[in-house]
């Protein structure tokens, strides 16, 4: 059974960067689509962007030019390069493995903030 773990998150300024890291386990990366997800508080869970076996990536209209997400196949792993980060970019990030019935990270906190 795949499990995701992210890592990366923190406390950064308005247009800083950080790139958040979802490292996988019993599977393949490459071989099933991830996405990323993130949740703000009182917000629903939304999507963010996501990277195809064939390395496709597609990303929501609220991060797209700002985003942007790549894999490491020899690591297993899947990064979300974040710049321009804006305050309303705060949130819990997960990643998703659309592999069986689907795997959930535990998330990892941005917070974006003077």
């Known amino acids: 059974q795949v499990q995701l773990v992210e890592s990366g998150g923190g406390l950064v300024q308005p247009g800083g960067s950080l790139r958040l890291s979802c490292a996988a386990s019993?599977?393949?990366?490459?071989?099933?689509?991830v996405a990323w997800y993130r949740q703000a508080p009182g917000r629903q869970r939304e999507f963010v962007g996501l990277?195809?076996?064939?390395?496709?990536?597609n990303y929501a209209e609220s991060v797209s030019g700002r985003f942007t997400i790549s894999r490491d196949n020899a690591k297993n792993t899947v990064y979300l390069q974040m710049n321009s980060l804006k305050s309303e970019d705060t949130a819990v990030y997960y990643c998703?493995?659309?592999?069986?019935?689907?795997?959930w990270g535990p998330g990892t906190q941005v917070t974006v903030s003077a």
């Open positions: 019993g599977g393949i990366v490459s071989a099933f689509t």
């Open positions: 998703y493995a659309r592999v069986g019935a689907g795997t």
């Open positions: 990277i195809t076996p064939s390395s496709n990536t």
